[in-house]
């Protein structure tokens, strides 16, 4: 954030907002933190970011030491985005903010949901279960073409998510991201290609995943304040 933008305070939460508060940053933190992309990779999945402010927040994010800009080696050789080690310290601070908002139902405006948000989604939300077997899977979210191609990495302990497939994958899901969404804790492999998706290899290893993918729900507690014991705290008496 820009030096006359600031809080102008010392505290971490203050001097934190300075670095990733302006409108787009950490939209941006999320779309790398499943690996580097290139600057028309970030705009497709940030659709209603201009080009001159996703453009600003890279150079932000930059020049505060967050990402970095390089060329991939022969033969792609194309620019990308990347976090560095210093940015990449911020996925437990989104994913608890996203974990937090998903108390408030969505609004009629917020449908869209990028590629590597659902999967962010695989992996934070993946509930461990000792006696699960290891499966690899190829997913494919046809509505974000090449971008929407991931491989994962599926164990006792959670989900590993990356944009490298695997050569040889137990099993192969193509579906659309609103599909995959919606079928997060629902085993019913039926239903999910009644909806168009397509399942080859194991589906056992398809069901296993999304069975395991345990969203949390919204709660009421954004609609007034309060729960339970919670008390309302008033400013001081005028």
Not at 87 to 111: D, M, N
Request: glycine share 10%.
């Amino acid at each position: 954030m820009p030096a006359q933008r600031g809080y102008r305070q010392a505290c971490g939460i203050a001097r934190g907002l300075d670095i990733v508060g302006e409108r787009w940053s950490l939209m941006v933190v999320r779309e790398l933190l499943l690996g580097p992309k290139r600057f028309t990779d970030l705009q497709q999945a940030l659709p209603t970011a201009s080009p001159n402010a996703l453009s600003d927040r890279l150079r932000e994010l930059a020049d505060a030491g967050v990402v970095r800009r390089r060329q991939l080696p022969a033969p792609g050789r194309v620019w990308v985005y990347e976090l560095t080690a210093w940015g990449r310290g911020l996925e437990p601070i989104v994913v608890a903010l996203g974990t937090w908002a998903l108390a408030a139902p969505p609004t009629a405006e917020q449908l869209f949901v990028s590629a590597d948000s659902a999967m962010l989604a695989i992996r934070t939300y993946c509930v461990p279960a000792a006696q699960r077997p290891a499966a690899t899977l190829r997913i494919e979210l046809r509505d974000h073409g090449p971008a929407g191609v991931f491989g994962v990495l599926f164990t006792p302990v959670g989900a590993e998510v990356a944009h490298r497939p695997p050569e040889e994958p137990d099993a192969v899901l193509i579906t659309t991201t609103d599909v995959l969404v919606a079928a997060f804790g629902d085993g019913d492999l039926t239903r999910l290609a009644a909806a168009g998706a397509v399942i080859t290899g194991d589906p056992e290893a398809v069901r296993g995943l999304l069975v395991a993918v345990r969203v949390p729900a919204p709660t009421d507690h954004h609609a007034n304040g309060t729960s339970g014991q919670e008390q309302r705290v008033d400013g001081p008496k005028r």
